[in-house]
């Protein structure tokens, strides 16, 4: 084996450590996730192997791309999570997934939550078209892979389905109202105080 080689094994080799060690620390700080690490692991995922580019997640429609509804969940997790933790990517996931099935703020679609007006922060300013989904990109991969996990129905933040970060904005009247039930990374999670989980 070369040079070159060694030297991209050796890369390899450290961040399958580094995943290795945030996978054991999200164990750790998530009480109730213990029997599902949370590491990527794209190849169980199915996101290895995939196209590096929107490809089979998009058709275009003139030169605007039509997202996948699991492209759109993606690419939303991504602009809210992007620099958080894996473990905060699959939070954010879940609140997406806890307001599909609760119906919260949600016609129950993927589309119906993501895009609801001034639900989802990112969306406010810009539309889906104006991002690529690209796979080479590590945090792209993240957060489709938080986003296919969470659909096992786990327990990830407590049936949150609010969240916001405090160190970004002022703190919003529904968490004055709301119960918080987790923080991770830079994000609180909540349930409306009306609802239970």
């Known amino acids: 084996m070369n040079r070159g080689g060694i030297s991209v094994m050796n890369k ?10 945030v996978g054991f620390l999200s164990v750790l700080l998530m009480p109730g996730t213990a029997v599902t690490p949370l590491t990527p692991d794209y190849t169980k995922a199915g996101v290895v192997g995939m196209p590096l580019s929107i490809g089979s997640f998009a058709g275009l429609w003139g030169d605007q791309p039509i997202f996948s509804e699991e492209t759109l969940a993606a690419l939303t997790v991504y602009l809210e ?3 958080e933790s894996f473990a905060g990517k699959l939070a954010v996931a879940a609140v997406i ?5 609760l119906r919260y703020q949600s016609d129950g679609t993927i589309k119906g939550t993501v895009l609801k007006p001034r639900q989802f922060q990112p969306w406010n300013f810009k539309s889906p078209h104006q991002v690529r989904f690209d796979l080479r990109n590590k945090e792209m991969r993240d957060s489709l892979l938080a986003w296919r996990l969470v659909q096992d129905g786990r327990k990830i933040v407590d049936g949150a389905v609010l969240f916001y970060n405090p160190n ?3 703190t919003p009247y529904w968490a004055k109202v709301s119960q918080k ?6 994000h609180e999670f909540y349930i409306p105080s009306n609802r239970q989980v």
């Open 81 to 83: 999570a992007r620099g």
């Open 97 to 101: 997934r806890n307001r599909m099935k």
């Open 181 to 186: 039930v987790a923080t991770i990374g830079g």
């Open 12 to 21: 390899h080799l450290r961040v399958g450590m580094a995943i290795s060690m």
């Open 168 to 170: 970004l904005v002022r």
